[in-house]
């Protein structure tokens, strides 16, 4: 899977969003929604009708009235949303129709007429193909190495769809990383224990960046193990925002491509040690 793919599966999902969002603001309703907090904390409900008139106080006693607060709330909701996505769309298809891919090959059939030549066309491919057939490294983990079933368009073996997607982000931006790299820490009773963090990250200063994407949050032996992952890393002066990333599935289990491309891009790719 390389990066427009991934761009064109975060697209299908922002979509399929926007489907949710749309239903959500065509709600037939055309009050205009106001609250007001009081002294003790309360909020106070009013509504405005279109065709005029002053703003009606809601009785919080009346299901009907709060029946109606919440219909407007949902439809200011998906009105909100929608815009958002809106605007994630059009900002997606605009990285796939301009987005061009640059490997040797393309290179050598778009450059300007005069400055084509066999030596360049021999020297260009010779470096382009040494940074691809680089080996990669591969996980250090000794168990469960069966579950290494995804593979990326670069070599690279992961246990999960997701964190195959997130390593092809971090190699099209050109971050050198580790997957899976083992890592040894102590507890509070001094005793060593080997975690292998999902991405460890060498920025250019020497600082590592240890990135833990969390799935299965559903499984409680999951949740358990990964409860105690994190207070290791505390233990060990590894935290957020210090040090350590962690990202995960959204609410329906989605990937969300978009936040772990303003990672890398945005705040990794101008501090890491570049691969190209």
Not at 94 to 114: G, H, N
Not at 118 to 125: F, M, N, V
Not at 213 to 226: G, H, I, P, R
């Amino acid at each position: 899977m390389n990066f427009l793919d991934i761009v064109k599966s975060e697209l299908k999902f922002q979509k399929h969003l926007l489907r949710q969002f749309n239903a959500l603001r065509r709600i037939k309703d055309d009050g205009q929604l106001f609250c007001k907090r009081t002294s003790k904390g309360y909020t106070n409900y009013y509504i405005k009708e279109k065709t005029g008139g002053e703003k009606q106080y809601v009785r919080k006693k009346s299901e009907k009235e709060m029946g109606r607060v919440c219909m407007l709330q949902a439809k200011g909701l998906g009105t909100f949303a929608a815009e958002r996505t809106e605007k994630n769309i059009k900002l997606l298809n605009q990285i796939i129709k301009e987005y061009q891919r640059v490997d040797a090959e393309s290179i050598l059939r778009d450059i300007p007429e005069p400055f084509k030549g066999e030596q360049l066309a021999k020297g260009l491919g010779f470096r382009m193909k040494m940074n691809k057939d680089r080996p990669f490294p591969q996980s250090e983990k000794p168990t469960r190495r069966e579950d290494l079933k995804h593979s990326t368009s670069f070599g690279l073996w992961t246990r999960s769809k997701n964190e195959a997607m997130t390593a092809e982000i971090l190699y099209a931006a050109g971050v050198e990383f580790y997957y899976e790299r083992k890592l040894v820490l102590v507890d509070k009773w001094g005793k060593k224990h080997v975690l292998y963090p999902d991405f460890t990250i060498i920025l250019a200063d020497g600082t590592v960046i240890y990135w833990e994407y969390k799935e299965m949050l559903d499984n409680q032996e999951y949740v358990e193990a990964d409860n105690e992952r994190m207070q290791l890393y505390y233990i060990n002066g590894i935290y957020q925002p210090h040090n350590l990333i962690v990202t995960g599935d959204g609410p329906s289990g989605e990937y969300c491509g978009a936040e772990i491309s303003m990672i890398v891009n945005n705040l990794l790719a101008p501090l890491a040690v570049s691969r190209f």
